[in-house]
């Protein structure tokens, strides 16, 4: 089964979310006391298989597909906020917005949670 054009972007932004994770955990090398950069870079890089893998699972149809792409969605858009305030407060000592980080981290939790649901959900054939 070929992906559609929403599985695209989201393998996308999976593949970004690797980069991304890679980039940061280089600059956190060289950078004294950026441990939230670091940490910004741990969560892209375990996020980061984990949305191709839900992208994947959707192309398959071995788990409920939209509910599939609700929780990679969520991933995404948790590790923005978390790991894009970490990775401002530790770069430029600033901020995304107030409350980002522990928002992007219910989002995290919240994309695993639907993971587990939509596995459980028996698949219409």
Same mark, same amino acid.
């Given at each position: 089964?070929?992906?559609?054009?929403?599985?695209?972007?989201? $393998?996308?932004?999976?593949?970004?979310?690797? $980069?991304?994770?890679?980039?940061?955990?280089?600059?956190?090398?060289? %950078? !004294?006391?950026?441990?939230?950069?670091?940490?910004?870079? !741990?969560?892209? $890089?375990?996020?980061?298989?984990?949305? %191709?893998?839900?992208? +994947?699972?959707?192309?398959?149809?071995?788990?409920?597909?939209?509910?599939?792409?609700?929780?990679?969605?969520?991933?995404?858009?948790?590790? +923005?906020?978390?790991?894009?305030?970490?990775? $401002?407060? +530790?770069?430029?000592? %600033?901020?995304?917005?107030?409350?980002?980080?522990?928002?992007?981290?219910?989002?995290?939790?919240?994309?695993?949670?639907?993971?587990?649901?939509?596995?459980? %959900?028996?698949?219409?054939?």
């Amino acid at each position: 089964m070929s992906l559609g054009l929403p599985d695209r972007i989201l $393998l996308a932004l999976g593949a970004l979310a690797g $980069l991304l994770g890679v980039a940061a955990s280089a600059a956190a090398a060289h %950078i !004294q006391g950026a441990d939230s950069l670091k940490t910004a870079a !741990q969560f892209l $890089l375990f996020h980061a298989p984990a949305v %191709i893998g839900l992208v +994947a699972l959707t192309g398959t149809g071995a788990t409920h597909r939209l509910l599939t792409r609700v929780a990679a969605s969520a991933l995404v858009l948790g590790l +923005a906020l978390f790991s894009g305030d970490l990775s $401002l407060r +530790a770069l430029h000592g %600033i901020p995304l917005f107030p409350m980002a980080a522990p928002t992007g981290g219910f989002l995290l939790m919240g994309g695993w949670l639907l993971t587990a649901v939509a596995a459980l %959900i028996p698949v219409r054939r």
